[in-house]
């Protein structure tokens, strides 16, 4: 399984990025998928996740509202459309895919089996 992510850039405050994340070696419909971000200096934090069916999402508390993560089965993608991005938006992006057997969604990055190399988002003020 290998997660590509893409999309990063440099953006004004207010702009807006979409993100995207193919998926080879597998259907992606099998995976939860999710993204993740590391801004310099801090620790990875969850952003946001999708389940396999797309009916359920989670977001980081900070983005709901201007972020939505979405997925295409068919197409073996993951996308972040991010709106009115602030900068400290600005970090490392990541996808993330797991098989989830139990459905549990975890946030904290551990329960995810398969990463992306990441992609960099900077907003600037």
């Known amino acids: 399984v290998q997660l590509q992510a893409s999309g990063g850039g440099l953006v004004q405050a207010g702009g807006s990025l979409r993100l995207a994340c193919v998926v080879s070696?597998?259907?992606?419909?099998?995976?939860?998928a999710g993204w993740f971000r590391q801004a310099p200096g801090k620790e990875r934090e969850f952003v946001s996740s999708?389940?396999?069916?797309?009916?359920?999402?989670q977001y980081l508390d900070s983005v709901k509202g201007r972020f939505t993560i979405s997925r295409d089965n068919a197409k073996n993608m993951v996308y972040l459309q991010m709106n009115s991005l602030k900068p400290e938006d600005t970090a490392v992006y990541y996808c993330?895919?797991?098989?989830?057997?139990?459905?549990?969604?975890?946030?904290?990055?551990?329960?995810?089996?398969?990463w992306g190399q990441g992609t960099l988002v900077t907003v600037s003020s």
């Open positions: 070696g597998t259907a992606i419909s099998r995976y939860i």
């Open positions: 999708i389940n396999k069916t797309g009916l359920r999402k």
């Open positions: 993330a895919a797991d098989l989830d057997p139990r459905g549990v969604m975890d946030k904290s990055g551990e329960g995810y089996a398969y």
